[in-house]
């Protein structure tokens, strides 16, 4: 454990880092790929480029420091990103160099400022913040191989099928190469793809929501093609039926609860893989649940996995469907094939949704989500009952 001095040291130092976080954590990731370039095949580029991981990394650093002396309070938080980083294959191995390269960061941002005093209270403390993320890992990768039908690291996947859903994202139906069970999963979670496409120099890893319920002799993903997208052009343009993926165990923690509570799926874009999910097994699982599935889209042709959704609510009573298209095309006005004409609004949410009581799961694109959250607020839905997954590292809604 840390003594007084350190603590006192380490949340003294906070405002500091709240003004520098960014900074030595850009520095830091700079100074790590020249010294590592090896760690290129784990991180994601584009989201270095964006720098998001640089702000997801300083704000979990910064959070980790404010608690320093009761780290059990962000535990939740924790688990979150070793979710991640166990579906990218992080190793105990690997926090050393991610510690002493933040640490030498520290020291030539902040130069004379950071006293060896500081630096020294700033290595113990890594080393308490690693340690709580290297045990819940090892657990976390021990569950992932003990599971029936699971596996540890990357293990090879057939792509069976492959069907367009709309124009822009395509599923992929996957089976394991070795024939033998897969593991289960939950609801809302995610599978974590490697691939090596020609030319490129690294691997590159990304997860995907699993868009179908669990149970059956394959995993389904759907994957939206991105403009510059390195990841998802390689699987829409060079990965057909009989390609091999590499994939690690299912993981993540934005899971439907098995209340009976009413429920609210609503989704923006590509965001409908996760409810489809969420639909599927509970139209297996809990036939009686009253579901509301809410989808927003740009227009028909962009909608993934219409057929199935309208299919489903069709045959199931328990699930009423209403599809917002904010730039319907000509057909899809003669069609009538939209229930609202551009966003979400307040008064149509309002109009559709069962209860502020019921629980509401959204995934989406950062600018809906934001706008959903505002919306659930002001239809006073308890903070309790309101659970959203981001694309990309976690962030906030605020
Ligand atoms: C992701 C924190 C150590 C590799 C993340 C995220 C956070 C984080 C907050 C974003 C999670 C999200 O996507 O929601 C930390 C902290 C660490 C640590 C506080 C030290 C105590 C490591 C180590 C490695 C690593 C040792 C391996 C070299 C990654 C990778 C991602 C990630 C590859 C995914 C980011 C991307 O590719 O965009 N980490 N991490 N982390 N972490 Fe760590």
Redesign the pocket.
């Known amino acids: 454990m840390l003594n007084e001095k350190t603590i006192e040291i380490i949340k003294s130092t906070v405002p500091v880092l709240e003004v520098h976080g960014t900074a030595i954590t850009t520095h830091f990731y700079k100074t ?1 790929f020249t010294n590592h370039p090896e ?1 290129l095949n ?3 580029h584009a ?2 480029r964006e720098g ?2 640089q702000t ?2 300083a ?3 910064y959070a ?1 420091a404010l608690h320093i002396d009761k780290l059990g309070a962000i535990i939740p938080v924790v688990k ?2 070793a979710q ?2 166990r579906a ?1 294959g ?2 105990p191995e ?2 050393p ?3 002493e390269t933040l640490l030498k960061s520290i020291k030539e941002v902040l130069g004379d400022a950071a006293t060896d005093e500081i630096i020294g209270a700033w290595g113990e403390a ?1 080393g308490v ?2 340690d ?2 290297i045990g819940i890992e090892k657990d976390m990768y021990q569950e992932a191989k003990e599971q029936a039908g699971g596996w540890e690291g990357f293990r090879n996947f057939v792509v069976t099928k492959k069907v367009a859903e709309s124009d822009c994202i395509t599923s992929f139906y996957l089976e394991p190469e070795d024939g033998k069970a897969i593991a289960s999963f939950l609801p809302g979670q995610y599978l974590t793809v490697r691939v090596h496409p020609e030319g490129e120099e690294y691997s590159h ?1 990304r997860h995907y929501s699993l868009s179908d319920a669990a149970g059956k002799s394959y995993y389904r993903i759907s994957v939206k093609r991105e403009d510059h997208g390195v990841v998802s052009n390689y699987l829409h343009k060079d990965v057909q039926t009989g390609s091999i993926l590499e994939i690690s165990a299912p993981a993540g923690d934005f899971v439907l609860d098995k209340n009976e509570t009413p429920v609210v799926l609503i989704s923006g874009g590509v965001g409908i893989t996760p409810m489809i999910s969420m639909l599927n097994t509970i139209v297996k699982e809990q036939p009686q649940r009253e579901v509301v599935f809410i989808h927003g889209a740009l227009n028909s042709s962009v909608h993934g996995l219409k057929g199935e959704l309208q299919d489903l609510a069709e045959k199931h009573a328990n699930i009423r469907s209403y599809v917002a298209y904010s730039e319907p095309t000509q057909q899809d006005l003669e069609d009538k094939a939209y229930d609202k004409e551009g966003f979400m609004d307040l008064e149509w949410l309002q109009s559709i949704i069962p209860s502020k009581d019921a629980d509401f799961y959204f995934c989406g694109p950062t600018a809906f989500m934001k706008m959903l959250n505002s919306h659930l607020k002001e239809l006073e839905v308890p903070a309790e009952n309101i659970h959203f997954e ?1 694309f ?3 962030s906030s809604l605020e």
Do not use: D, E, R, T
């Open positions: 790590l760690l784990i991180f994601n989201n270095q998001k991981q997801a990394l704000n979990a650093v980790a979150q990103i991640k980083h990218l992080v190793l690997h926090y160099i991610v510690g890594y913040i690693a709580a993320f890893i981001f990309g590292p976690a």
